[in-house]
């Protein structure tokens, strides 16, 4: 029972400095790269864009995937565009374009999933929460 609270309250605490961040943040993608590269680097891909002599090489799209559920994040003038697709075998069953607030949310929810099925997880999101 103790393994879940921790494990609620660590993925709670992931998702309200996202949220947090969401807010605050001058560019909210970039740290947004930065963060989940961190914490789940076998589940999160950045595509960085600028020139090939440029030196900025701004984060243009990050995508996690757990399991079947994809979580896209596109960089836009306006702001980033936040999509998710579900994806089982290669097709793609599903896509729909949502809120930031609400991505954050479902992401936040297939994070819980993934770690209470996976020990790997669980640490990844202990390190990030622990700031090691």
Not at 31 to 57: D, I, M, N
Not at 67 to 78: G, M, S, Y
Not at 100 to 114: A, G, I, K, N, P
Request: glycine share 6%.
């Amino acid at each position: 029972m103790s393994d879940d609270l921790d494990l609620s309250m660590q993925v709670d605490v992931f998702a309200a400095m996202l949220r947090h961040d969401q807010k605050e943040n001058v560019d909210y993608i970039e740290f947004l790269a930065t963060k989940l590269t961190l914490a789940l680097p076998a589940h999160t891909k950045v595509e960085r864009g600028g020139g090939w002599f440029s030196k900025a090489k701004p984060v243009e799209k990050i995508l996690v995937e757990l399991h079947d559920h994809h979580f896209i994040l596109i960089r836009d003038k306006t702001g980033p565009i936040a999509h998710k697709a579900k994806i089982v075998r290669g097709v793609q069953l599903s896509h729909k374009e949502l809120p930031l607030e609400q991505w954050t949310r479902e992401l936040s929810d297939q994070l819980r999933v993934l770690a209470e099925q996976s020990a790997q997880t669980r640490e990844a999101l202990e390190r990030f929460v622990n700031g090691g």
